[in-house]
């Protein structure tokens, strides 16, 4: 069994390039994070990170649990997290919808988790093996009374595996749950990627004696004792103290913990939030896109600008916290924005928050991914 | 509260049950059960749900305690017993917490066989919402969700719990002290999934809406129909009707 401190790097992949597909991506970027506790219930198209990770960890010595629901998955990786472990869970919108209850357990008692969303169609059952983009929003809001967690975005399997790291150590340092809002398209997608030489890897604090659930500061994060180390930890989803005594009526308690709940995230989001800019500096249209539908953008652009029009794209890295001073500043600069989403239109509002140039949202929630074609029809219209 | 089992109450806590809560009495017994065995509560964990019977350990035990979502509490308890089976990990919680909402999970943690010890404090019904029916409470008992009585079977959970493989299961009451102290104690030391359907009146709700008297009167008539199961094994339907059969109905092979 792997204690939670323990590292088992030698058994992590040689540092060369392979042949992944974002699902096996992600499976060996959890491990090379450091996962050691996997809680899963099969789902398509999600199903091949619980494999993979499954019998990679038959090698190291990590614990991976088939639960009866998402909903007991998600719960048996917070009591694993609070043994020590750094635990993943991936699900698909089905077990998402499920999850939502624990995950704002996870929030209000500072869990670190990584929960892995392989996006496909909905609502409902949807077309299970067909792409879609349509949870951005529940992610940010899914659970009742929300606060801010951490949310990412890959467009490679490069990617899926360096966000996997970057999930664990958000989450490990901030005490939040991390969702990694991955796709079918990538998800399936088999590409070359490449294992660094060196991975850095936040690991959660610890102080004996002090404060596991309360900081002087408003916007601090405590340090997070493990079970069976001594602390005699209240943990609870009811609101708490700094030491964890349930406060179910004192409003002073309810504003102090949801205070520095919000703002343990929002006023750290600067070293939180990562985006990409392409082809913007003398851009007249700006493509602000996410997942999948980057790809598709980029080739847009790449053909526009070889006939000279002055179109760019802002990569969204981080969904949540929302990039708002980028936004700000690109619509400051541009005459118009185009948003493309596999969805009937989720991101497009918080665009349209933050800028007050034309922003025009592209919406197409078919099944499939949107064209590059398409993505160069809709930016002509605008040009 | 003796002097001797008050160290393990986390210090300055209030208990917060109602008189003649089985609740109460359940936590002292629980406690005495760790006492006699010499456990070091350092090395426990408790992880309970929501309703009344989820405050026994939490914040009350000076131990890891895991106040949790409601229904969920034996996953919770999986996966910190899966990564560090070094936790000794008891589930206490209510039977509308364990096993209407988080029934599922019951069965599946029973079926698995995992190392966890779950008292159920099965006061057959919904206590801290208003005493409302639920999966254990008797067919034909009033409630405020079944004002002309239950109309529906109610859960024989040792008979569940049995069904798919736990290792120990039993049923005993708290006005049996003795012997439910024992069987927490067994329940403790067995290895696999052990499981106690502890019956625990709740005079405040079920006592008052079938009018069964004061806490004191409650207490009195549970531990007037509850028999042992040896003492049942010679009568008939028709005499066992309205009784609570206790006793252990796996036992390990012990």
Same mark, same amino acid.
Not at chain 1, 116 to 140: E, F, H, K, L, N
């Given at each position: 069994?792997?204690?939670?401190?323990?590292?088992?790097?030698?058994?992590?992949?040689?540092?060369?390039?392979?042949?992944?597909?974002?699902?096996?991506?992600?499976?060996?970027?959890?491990?090379?994070?450091?996962?050691?506790?996997? !809680?899963?219930?099969?789902?398509?198209?999600?199903?091949? @990170?619980? $494999?993979? #990770?499954?019998?990679?960890? /038959? %090698?190291?010595? +990590?614990?991976?649990?088939?639960?009866?629901?998402?909903?007991?998955?998600?719960?048996?990786?917070?009591?694993?997290?609070?043994?020590?472990?750094?635990?993943?869970?991936?699900?698909?919108?089905?077990?998402?919808?499920?999850?939502?209850?624990?995950?704002?357990?996870?929030?209000?008692?500072?869990?670190?988790?990584?929960?892995?969303?392989?996006?496909?169609?909905?609502?409902?059952?949807?077309?299970?093996?067909?792409?879609?983009?349509?949870?951005?929003?529940?992610?940010?809001?899914?659970?009742?009374?929300?606060?801010?967690?951490?949310?990412?975005?890959?467009?490679?399997?490069?990617?899926?595996?360096?966000?996997?790291?970057?999930?664990?150590?958000?989450?490990?340092?901030?005490?939040?749950?991390?969702?990694?809002?991955?796709?079918? !398209?990538?998800?399936?997608?088999?590409?070359?990627?490449? @294992?660094? $030489?060196? #991975?850095?890897?936040?690991? /959660? %604090?610890?102080? +004996?004696?002090?404060?596991?659930?309360?900081?002087?500061?408003?916007?601090?994060?405590?340090?997070?004792?493990?079970?069976?180390?001594?602390?005699?930890?209240?943990?609870?989803?009811?609101?708490?103290?700094?030491?964890?005594?349930?406060?179910?009526?004192?409003?002073?308690?309810?504003?102090?913990?949801?205070?520095?709940?919000?703002?343990?995230?929002?006023?750290?989001?600067?070293?939180?939030?990562?985006?990409?800019?392409?082809?913007?500096?003398?851009?007249?249209?700006?493509?602000?896109?996410?997942?999948?539908?980057?790809?598709?953008?980029?080739?847009?652009?790449?053909?526009?600008?070889?006939?000279?029009?002055?179109?760019?794209?802002?990569?969204?890295?981080?969904?949540?916290?929302?990039?708002?001073?980028?936004?700000?500043?690109?619509?400051?600069?541009?005459?118009?924005?185009?948003?493309?989403?596999?969805?009937?239109?989720?991101?497009?509002?918080?665009?349209?928050?933050?800028?007050?140039?034309?922003?025009?949202?592209?919406?197409?929630?078919?099944?499939?991914?949107?064209?590059?074609?398409?993505?160069?029809?809709?930016?002509?219209?605008?040009? | 509260?003796?002097?001797?089992?008050?160290?393990?109450?986390?210090?300055?806590?209030?208990?917060?049950?109602?008189?003649?809560?089985?609740?109460?009495?359940?936590?002292?017994?629980?406690?005495?059960?760790?006492?006699?065995?010499?456990?070091?509560?350092?090395?426990?964990?408790?992880?309970?749900?929501?309703?009344?019977?989820?405050?026994?350990?939490?914040?009350?035990?000076?131990?890891?305690?895991?106040?949790?979502?409601?229904?969920?509490?034996?996953?919770?308890?999986?996966?910190?017993?899966?990564?560090?089976?070094?936790?000794?990990?008891?589930?206490?919680?209510?039977?509308?917490?364990?096993?209407?909402?988080?029934?599922?999970?019951?069965?599946?943690?029973?079926?698995?066989?995992?190392?966890?010890?779950?008292?159920?404090?099965?006061?057959?019904?919904?206590?801290?919402?208003?005493?409302?029916?639920?999966?254990?409470?008797?067919?034909?008992?009033?409630?405020?969700?079944?004002?002309?009585?239950?109309?529906?079977?109610?859960?024989?959970?040792?008979?569940?719990?049995?069904?798919?493989?736990?290792?120990?299961?039993?049923?005993?009451?708290?006005?049996?002290?003795?012997?439910?102290?024992?069987?927490?104690?067994?329940?403790?030391?067995?290895?696999?999934?052990?499981?106690?359907?502890?019956?625990?009146?709740?005079?405040?709700?079920?006592?008052?809406?079938?009018?069964?008297?004061?806490?004191?009167?409650?207490?009195?008539?549970?531990?007037?129909?509850?028999?042992?199961?040896?003492?049942?094994?010679?009568?008939?339907?028709?005499?066992?009707?309205?009784?609570?059969?206790?006793?252990?109905?796996?036992?390990?092979?012990?």
């Amino acid at each position: 069994m792997a204690g939670a401190s323990e590292r088992k790097l030698e058994s992590a992949l040689a540092a060369i390039s392979y042949y992944f597909s974002g699902d096996e991506a992600i499976a060996e970027g959890a491990i090379a994070a450091g996962c050691r506790y996997y !809680a899963g219930y099969p789902i398509t198209p999600a199903t091949e @990170i619980f $494999e993979t #990770i499954t019998s990679r960890f /038959r %090698e190291i010595g +990590a614990v991976s649990m088939q639960m009866e629901d998402e909903i007991a998955s998600i719960c048996s990786c917070i009591g694993a997290s609070w043994a020590g472990a750094k635990a993943m869970i991936a699900t698909s919108g089905p077990g998402f919808s499920l999850m939502q209850e624990a995950i704002g357990y996870a929030v209000i008692t500072e869990t670190p988790v990584v929960i892995v969303d392989v996006q496909r169609t909905g609502p409902s059952t949807g077309q299970a093996t067909r792409v879609g983009s349509g949870d951005i929003m529940q992610a940010r809001w899914g659970t009742h009374g929300a606060m801010p967690i951490i949310a990412l975005s890959a467009w490679s399997v490069q990617e899926l595996y360096d966000q996997t790291i970057d999930a664990f150590n958000f989450a490990e340092k901030y005490r939040v749950p991390v969702f990694l809002m991955a796709e079918e !398209a990538t998800a399936h997608l088999r590409e070359r990627m490449n @294992i660094p $030489e060196e #991975i850095k890897l936040f690991d /959660r %604090e610890k102080e +004996a004696g002090v404060a596991p659930f309360g900081t002087e500061e408003s916007d601090g994060v405590p340090p997070m004792p493990a079970f069976g180390e001594g602390e005699k930890l209240l943990v609870t989803g009811s609101t708490h103290d700094a030491y964890g005594i349930r406060k179910t009526v004192d409003p002073l308690a309810q504003e102090k913990l949801v205070t520095r709940l919000h703002s343990k995230i929002m006023n750290n989001r600067e070293k939180i939030i990562e985006y990409e800019e392409h082809y913007l500096k003398d851009a007249d249209i700006a493509v602000i896109c996410y997942g999948f539908t980057a790809r598709s953008s980029l080739f847009a652009i790449e053909r526009l600008r070889e006939e000279g029009k002055k179109v760019g794209m802002l990569r969204l890295k981080t969904l949540w916290p929302f990039a708002d001073r980028a936004i700000s500043n690109i619509g400051s600069r541009v005459k118009r924005i185009l948003v493309p989403e596999m969805n009937m239109g989720q991101i497009v509002g918080e665009i349209v928050k933050y800028t007050s140039c034309e922003v025009v949202p592209y919406n197409q929630m078919n099944g499939e991914v949107i064209h590059p074609h398409t993505i160069i029809e809709q930016l002509r219209a605008l040009l | 509260m003796s002097m001797d089992l008050k160290q393990y109450l986390r210090p300055g806590v209030t208990l917060p049950f109602c008189p003649g809560c089985g609740d109460r009495i359940l936590l002292r017994l629980i406690l005495r059960a760790i006492d006699e065995l010499k456990i070091n509560i350092d090395d426990m964990l408790f992880v309970s749900g929501i309703g009344c019977a989820a405050w026994i350990p939490s914040p009350n035990f000076n131990a890891d305690t895991l106040h949790t979502l409601h229904g969920r509490a034996i996953a919770f308890a999986t996966g910190a017993k899966m990564f560090n089976p070094k936790l000794k990990t008891m589930v206490i919680s209510g039977d509308g917490d364990l096993a209407d909402i988080g029934g599922n999970h019951l069965i599946h943690a029973a079926r698995r066989n995992i190392d966890l010890t779950v008292l159920c404090a099965n006061n057959m019904n919904y206590g801290m919402t208003g005493g409302q029916v639920c999966s254990t409470t008797p067919k034909g008992v009033r409630t405020p969700t079944t004002p002309g009585g239950n109309p529906y079977h109610p859960f024989d959970l040792c008979k569940l719990v049995n069904a798919v493989g736990a290792t120990y299961v039993a049923r005993y009451s708290v006005t049996q002290p003795s012997a439910l102290v024992e069987s927490i104690k067994k329940a403790l030391q067995i290895e696999g999934f052990s499981f106690i359907d502890v019956i625990s009146p709740c005079p405040t709700q079920y006592g008052r809406q079938n009018r069964l008297g004061t806490p004191r009167e409650t207490l009195k008539f549970f531990e007037s129909i509850c028999i042992m199961r040896e003492d049942a094994k010679g009568l008939s339907g028709e005499e066992l009707e309205g009784k609570i059969v206790t006793g252990e109905f796996s036992n390990g092979g012990n």
